[in-house]
């Protein structure tokens, strides 16, 4: 059998795409349990049991329940800044890199409601370490906005531009929740409309 070269990535195996499997399917359960249940509301019995397995199985995975919420929210936080930079980076200027920005987040808030409910709810029952991670990704993902913002509509104060980046991520943030019985198409477009509204400044 062939050794594996230093630093290379071992190919996956079946017994470890079934871990990784399960372990989505796990984040994915306590982002829909803690939305509905709240953290404090949900235990780790309730976690095995909506993907199937026993709550002892669920320490094969995470420490604890509170290890499930660090890696949901962390792991959405840490997603929304990388996944913001590429579409930015990716832009031919300020103006469609800030277009692309409000479809990238649009696009999560209509993918995510459970998690976003979770993140507004449950931050406080991280640990501090990673409560204070979370907190340091948004404001990287923030700043993201305010730089993009900043190209955009030169002249205009940081301070404000980042005072409309947060009232977007309200509007954006809220709206799943109140229109899901409208078509996705639909709110996605109004969404897109009235984010570029709410971020370019009057002349």
Not at 22 to 30: F, G, N, Q, V
Not at 185 to 202: D, G, I, K, N, Q
């Amino acid at each position: 059998m062939a050794d594996t070269a230093p630093g290379a990535i071992a190919p996956a195996t079946p017994r470890s795409r079934a871990k990784a499997d399960r372990r989505e399917a796990l984040l994915a359960a306590a982002a829909a349990l803690y939305a509905r249940s709240g953290f404090n509301g949900v235990s780790i019995e309730d976690l095995g049991t909506a993907v199937g397995v026993s709550g002892p199985a669920v320490y094969r995975h995470f420490t604890g329940k509170q290890a499930v919420l660090a890696a949901l929210l962390v792991g959405v936080s840490e997603d929304l800044v990388f996944g913001g930079r590429a579409v930015a980076d990716q832009a031919d200027d300020a103006a469609s890199a800030l277009r692309s920005l409000i479809a990238f987040h649009v696009d999560f808030a209509l993918s995510n409601p459970d998690v976003i409910r979770v993140q507004d709810r449950d931050l406080d029952q991280l640990a501090d370490e990673d409560r204070h991670r979370v907190r340091a990704l948004q404001r990287s993902y923030v700043e993201l906005w305010v730089d993009v913002l900043g190209r955009a509509h030169p002249g205009v104060d940081a301070a404000s531009l980042r005072i409309r980046a947060h009232a977007t991520f309200g509007l954006i943030n809220s709206t799943p929740h109140s229109a899901a019985a409208s078509p996705t198409s639909a709110v996605r477009a109004l969404l897109e409309e009235m984010a570029l509204a709410a971020l370019t400044p009057a002349r």
